[in-house]
């Protein structure tokens, strides 16, 4: 795989990358670079204000940008990593762009049904990030040496904020034994939760207060709740992305809620998250109604009609789901 041949390589994530994206793409790309190759981030779109901290950010193209640079770099490149994402459509408007690559694509991803395009693939859905697979895949390819603070931060980075902090998909011990590799690399825990969790702007504190006191509703009959904002709302706390990151999560914290969903309004589409405890598949949820899919316990989806219809929609199908979350419910006993 990684031959004499191979000097350029292209690292792709997802359009809008997480914290499991950037971080795995920003690992992988170093430990590449440390290793003696030429590699290259080409992200979909921009990433999160909150996570350019991550090492290498500032090298990373951005096809919404540059989208002739990007595709110059992508066409001369000896090998394609596709990270955190496992169908080219989930790469925006680079997935026509992937469909023609001719030189050899590797895909490293722990979401279900991947997509058959790729001629190597690291697909584990039982992993608690894509970061903790890639870590994995260098030490499959003896490349361990070239794993540096820069490499270790930015991976544990992924495994971080694909677990909300380790307490969700986070009980397996060999995630652990990688979090502790990473950690002898200098890693400083403490200091990334900090950059991760504590570092947004007044303006998204404000935004969560509104949405929280003004835009959520909970449904104690079927243990839901959702939070829905829209444009006009988003510009008025001068929204940038990754100001939403994580508001999903809060309505899973009032007693009874095992079942949740965030509606953003943008220009074209509304895009929505999900969340919940326990066996409710939130990803069944969203294949079946809103063109999503993830996690069990953690999905995306979007939906074509006004935000107000969406909403509506959501609101129609809680009956349809009582039975199985009143059960789920009872399981968790909460």
Request: with cysteine; net charge negative.
């Amino acid at each position: 795989m990684l031959s004499e041949n191979v000097r350029d390589i292209v690292i792709i994530p997802h359009v809008n990358p997480d914290g499991d994206a950037v971080g795995s793409s920003l690992g992988l790309w170093r430990v590449l670079k440390n290793a003696g190759y030429a590699p290259t981030v080409i992200s979909p779109t921009d990433y999160p204000a909150f996570l350019k901290w991550v090492s290498g950010t500032g090298d990373v193209k951005v096809y919404e940008h540059e989208p002739d640079v990007s595709q110059q770099i992508l066409e001369k490149a000896d090998l394609v990593f596709l990270l955190d994402f496992n169908a080219p459509d989930r790469a925006g408007k680079l997935g026509p762009l992937i469909e023609k690559v001719t030189s050899p694509i590797v895909l490293i991803d722990h979401h279900p049904a991947p997509a058959d395009v790729t001629e190597l693939m690291f697909s584990h859905t039982e992993a608690s990030s894509t970061a903790e697979l890639v870590y994995r895949f260098v030490e499959s390819l003896d490349l361990c040496e070239y794993l540096d603070k820069d490499a270790a931060e930015a991976l544990f980075t992924g495994l971080s904020t694909d677990t909300g902090s380790f307490s969700y998909n986070a009980s397996s011990p060999d995630m652990y034994e990688v979090v502790s590799r990473l950690l002898e690399k200098g890693v400083d825990k403490d200091r990334i939760h900090d950059l991760i969790y504590n570092n947004f702007s007044a303006d998204r504190m404000r935004l969560l207060g509104y949405s929280l006191d003004q835009k959520m509703k909970v449904f104690p009959e079927y243990h839901a709740a959702y939070i829905s904002l829209s444009m006009e709302e988003l510009e008025r706390y001068n929204f940038v992305p990754g100001d939403t990151e994580g508001f999903v999560n809060y309505p899973l914290s009032i007693k009874g809620v095992i079942f949740t969903a965030l509606f953003t309004e943008k220009e074209d589409l509304v895009k929505i998250s999900f969340r919940s405890k326990g066996g409710f598949p939130t990803n069944e949820f969203s294949n079946l109604h809103f063109n999503g899919g993830g996690h069990m316990n953690a999905s995306g989806g979007e939906s074509k009609l006004s935000l107000a219809e969406t909403i509506q929609k959501f609101e129609e199908l809680l009956p349809e789901f009582s039975a199985k979350l009143k059960d789920e419910h009872r399981k968790l006993g909460n």
